[in-house]
């Protein structure tokens, strides 16, 4: 059984930083994509950050820049720094493995998902 864990959410005022982190386990061979989505209140999932397992990393425009997407294979463990945080950054946000090379952000082709961890920012 596939377990994604995140943790690292919290209330910050606009132009703060916050480091999200996602503890993974239990899976026997690396998914393709170990990635970042959040969901706004009302709003459609959307992917954030895609690390391939070959260490391609790629970001949403409205995050380049300002986020940066990292694992440590050794501990099994994805990272998001983010840094520059506006109030539209507000969302749960997600990690997920699974993806495919072509559609990194598209969300059905995740197998596996985090329960989400809140971030929220205040202007």
């Known amino acids: 059984q596939v377990c994604l864990v995140e943790s690292g959410g919290c209330s910050v005022q606009a132009g703060g930083s916050l480091r999200l982190s996602c503890a993974a386990s239990g899976y026997s061979s690396g998914p393709n994509y170990l990635s970042w989505f959040r969901q706004a209140p009302g709003k459609e999932r959307e992917g954030v950050a895609a690390i391939h397992k070959t260490g391609f990393t790629t970001y949403a425009d409205s995050v380049k820049g300002r986020f940066t997407a990292s694992r440590d294979n050794a501990k099994n463990t994805l990272y998001l720094r983010m840094n520059s945080l506006k109030p539209e950054d507000t969302a749960m946000y997600y990690c997920?493995?699974?993806?495919?090379?072509?559609?990194?952000?598209?969300?059905?082709?995740?197998?596996?998902w985090g329960q989400g961890t809140q971030v929220t920012v205040s202007s």
């Open positions: 997920a493995a699974g993806g495919s090379w072509v559609r990194p952000f598209y969300p059905e082709e995740y197998t596996y």
